[in-house]
């Protein structure tokens, strides 16, 4: 009886939930033989017609969408060339893409409407894509692209120090590669790894499975990473712009160009080729941790703005006039995406233990990212300010923090510096809430207790906090201002831009804190708020107790920053 119950217990099935709460079944071990059949067919159908086979690892946000851009793919003569399989584990958290890039949807929200069509164009009409859960898949590649997650997790906040990369999801994905890959296939990774990981990590690990099998050619493995923008133009940032790559040999390097120039447009955007693979990842480390640190500079002036009369954005635009220095641009409460408050951490970690270096040569870049993981500390205090000159105090007070994602008319929550706004003001007792016309849920709080990792929410670090695990996002506006005592604006998305202040006073019902925590007010705007009794507050924006004087009103004295 016993036996029977274990049994049944092995037999018994999980489920994983897209976003929109579809379930769909987990595969049983029962199931392998079905899908392994499956691919074989598919494969040697479209062998039969004379497609290369490209199977891509991983279906996040870069990988979806990289797959449907290879299947899109055309030749000369604009016929499609490339067959590819997506390959993603079947886990519970992750397993729905599958079943979803299957019927011809896309596993990711995406701002650019062709994202949408492409995955639906591959997957039914031209029918040059699907996914799978297997690794059987490998076995079949001639191509093996790799855009497996590999994450900097981060210990304490505002200590980059006492982090470390969170490589064995990568390493495992290699070496499952390294069991199952053709000798000849090229493997390319896109991920966004510490340098030195395709030469010193991945490629003794394809080595050593590859003499496991009695193989004594050496495997082909490059390197080549995104620089995907979310947003309107998300296709256009992976398959219509620059790209740099290498190869740990001249074999390799020769089929990655050959390969990316198959499925990219190079004409326009020709591809940059480095000698070794450690140089193509340090570039792309190089180039986030130079724009997060641009970023991180400004926030000290935006502080020296706020104590003495200064508006930091009239600063910024009056700069940018010069073309030398045309990329500064103000950094908001805080510095989110995938890529820039990690990518700096990648390269200090890999100097440490990729290198074996003692040499302590980093200060710039992880002073940068501590900077910029705990800006949006300061838009809570200018919260709390606010609302104490009007007489209210923070704590139990209603606050709408508009603007949930990391930047300006996407819906990507990663890393938002918006999320540490709203903890800190938890954390201070405010009762907050959420408006943000692109994302419909806010992971980071509903699923705090595993995302992004177990154990790793920012919550550990606030008091109040498991209240915010049931904090949904609001899409109506004027119902989310109903009766709220202040109005953080998080981020610039083009509906908050040109908001009538007296409108949204009256939809609050009451003058309001208004704190503007991405240089999004204009002057004009500021004086009305302050016309109708609000109190007004902004990073960078010290200008503004001058505008209140000019109105013959009372002016707080700003307070000096904390030592």
């Known amino acids: ?30 199931d392998y033989a079905a899908e392994g059949a499956r691919l074989d067919r598919l494969v040697a159908e479209k062998r039969r017609e004379g497609f290369e086979v490209v199977v891509v690892v991983g279906l996040g946000f870069v990988g979806a969408v990289m797959a449907a851009v290879v299947a899109d793919s055309v030749d000369g ?34 701002e650019d409407p062709e994202v949408n069509v492409l995955i639906r164009r591959t997957v039914r009409e031209k029918k040059t894509m699907i996914a799978t859960y297997t690794s059987e ?35 495992e994905s290699i070496r499952v590669i390294g069991q199952n890959m053709r000798p000849e296939a090229l493997v390319l990774i896109e991920t966004t790894v510490a340098p030195g990981t395709t030469e010193l990590i991945a490629y003794p690990i394809l080595q050593a499975e590859f003499k496991k099998r009695g193989i004594d050619t050496p495997p082909l493995l490059s390197h080549s990473y995104e620089r995907v923008m979310p947003g ?45 693979p450690m140089e193509s990842e340090t570039a792309k480390i190089v180039e986030n941790s130079y724009r997060a640190t641009i970023l991180a500079f400004l926030d000290e002036w935006s502080r020296f703005a706020e104590l ?53 040569i980093f200060r710039i870049t992880p002073m940068a990212i501590n900077i910029n993981d705990t800006r949006g500390l300061h838009a809570a205090d200018l919260t709390a300010e606010a609302l104490k000159e009007m007489g209210r105090p923070v704590k139990a007070a209603k606050v709408l923090l508009c603007g949930a994602s990391y930047r300006e008319d ?25 408006h943000d016309p692109y994302v419909d849920h806010w992971w980071e709080f509903e699923k705090q207790a595993s995302y992004p990792y ?17 904090l949904a996002v609001q899409h109506d506006l004027n119902k989310a201002l109903k009766g709220v005592d202040a109005v953080v604006f998080a981020v610039r998305h083009e509906p908050y831009l040109g908001l009538d202040p007296a409108a949204v006073v009256k939809a609050a019902g009451k003058p309001i804190a208004v704190i503007d925590a991405f240089a999004l007010l ?8 302050l016309e109708l009794g609000c109190e007004v507050r902004g990073l960078g924006r010290g200008h503004i107790p001058r505008l209140k004087a000019g109105l013959g009103k009372k002016t707080a004295k700003p307070k000096r920053a904390k030592k």
């Open 410 to 434: 996407v819906g990507d929550t990663r890393y938002s510096g918006s999320e540490l706004v709203v903890r800190k003001l938890a954390h201070l007792g405010a009762k907050v809430t959420v």
């Open 522 to 529: 204009t002057d004009d705007q500021i004086r009305r708020y």
């Open 454 to 470: 177990p154990k790793h929410s920012l919550a550990r670090f606030f008091k109040n906090q498991d209240g915010l695990k049931s």
């Open 308 to 360: 003495h009369g200064v508006d930091l954005p009239k600063v910024i635009s009056a700069i940018k006039v010069r073309p030398t220095h045309s990329n500064m641009i103000f950094p908001g409460p805080g510095i989110g995406g995938y890529c820039l408050p990690k990518d700096g951490g990648l390269g200090m970690w890999a100097h440490r233990n990729i290198m074996k270096s003692a040499d302590d």
């Open 1 to 30: 009886m016993k036996s029977g119950k274990k049994d049944a217990a092995k037999l018994k099935r999980e489920y994983s939930m897209s976003p929109d709460g579809r379930k769909f079944a987990l595969p049983l071990a029962a």
């Open 232 to 276: 309107r133009n998300y296709v256009s940032s992976i398959r219509d712009f620059w790209r740099v790559c290498s190869g740990v040999d001249e074999v390799a390097k020769k089929r990655v160009v050959k390969f990316l120039s198959d499925v990219l447009n190079v004409d326009k955007y020709p591809l940059t080729v480095l000698d070794r």
């Open 77 to 110: 003569h604009g016929q499609p060339t490339k067959f590819v399989i997506g390959m993603q584990r079947p886990s519970p958290r992750s397993f729905w893409k599958i079943p979803l890039i299957n019927l011809g949807e896309s596993p990711i929200k995406a």
């Open 137 to 171: 898949a490998i076995k079949f590649a001639d191509v093996i692209v790799v855009d497996v997650q590999c994450d900097y997790i981060k210990e304490d906040l505002g200590n980059l120090e006492t982090g470390s990369v969170a490589m064995d999801a990568l390493a």
